[in-house]
């Protein structure tokens, strides 16, 4: 298996020039791609993602065209450490070591903005919120880290298609994407993060089940946060 998987790779490159393998070696070659403003496919925890410099907003509207997506959806963001998160948006209302139980790993935590969020206003513009993400996956989080700032990530397929859990699944999309990084056939599923709502003091709100509500509610849970009723 892995010796086909090597001999499509070898091909692809040589035609395209585009799939790398997600190893540290090519690490620096995304982080430049990134910091000029291109987009890029890469694999996180739970499913591919394009990603870009969030506070480029010509390569957070060519993510909107590559997936056909309104602006009207929000994009996520992605920090390479869990400190990194209070430099994006307010955290202090959370327990002590919340966000180091549920991150790195298959959550997104939607959090408020707030004034001092270093996020550029063309990044969901009208929202007070913004949806966090620390992979647990190292390749993301050393480009994230190396970029120096957030990146915008959502998954790698067009608006309203399946996610995609290996490169193949979105190659109609690599013309568009300045490299590929191949991580294989990633094992969670196409469930996605579980997306939680922490917005509130002492509440939350399961947006998206995901691929890890159990885990997250239990730790939620343990550190005496609140189910938020469902609103109407």
């Known amino acids: 298996m892995a010796t086909n998987v090597e001999k499509y790779e070898v091909g692809v490159e040589s035609k395209l020039g585009l799939v790398h393998p997600a190893t540290e070696f090519y ?3 995304a982080i430049e ?7 890029i496919a890469v694999p996180t925890d739970t499913l591919y ?3 870009c410099d969030a506070c ?11 997936k056909g997506r309104k602006h009207t959806s929000p994009l996520a963001i992605c920090v390479g450490d869990v400190p990194n998160i209070k430099r994006f ?20 935590v939607i959090l408020g903005r707030g004034e001092s969020s270093i996020l550029e206003k ?6 007070d919120s913004i949806g966090v993400r620390v992979p647990d996956s190292d390749f993301i989080r050393i ?15 067009l608006s309203g298609q399946p996610s995609s859990v290996s490169i193949k699944d979105f190659e109609s999309l690599w013309e568009h994407c300045t490299y590929v990084y191949d991580g294989g056939v990633l094992p969670a599923g196409r469930a996605g993060s579980t997306v939680v709502d922490l917005t509130k003091p002492g509440k939350y709100r399961i947006l998206r089940p995901g691929s890890a509500k159990e885990e997250t509610v239990t730790i939620l849970e343990k550190y005496s946060l609140l189910e938020e009723a469902a609103s109407g």
Do not use: M
Not at 89 to 108: E, F, K, N, R, Y
């Open 122 to 127: 063309s990044l969901n513009p009208g929202l």
């Open 33 to 39: 791609a990134l910091k000029v403003g291109k987009v």
């Open 27 to 29: 690490a620096d070659e």
């Open 56 to 66: 480029s907003s010509e390569a957070v509207n060519r993510i909107y065209e590559i």
């Open 143 to 157: 480009i994230s880290r190396g970029a120096e700032g957030a990146l915008a990530l959502t998954s790698a397929n």
């Open 49 to 51: 993602g394009f990603a």
């Open 89 to 108: 948006a307010i955290t202090d209302h959370l327990p002590d070591g919340l966000l180091d139980s549920l991150l790195p790993g298959p959550v997104t």
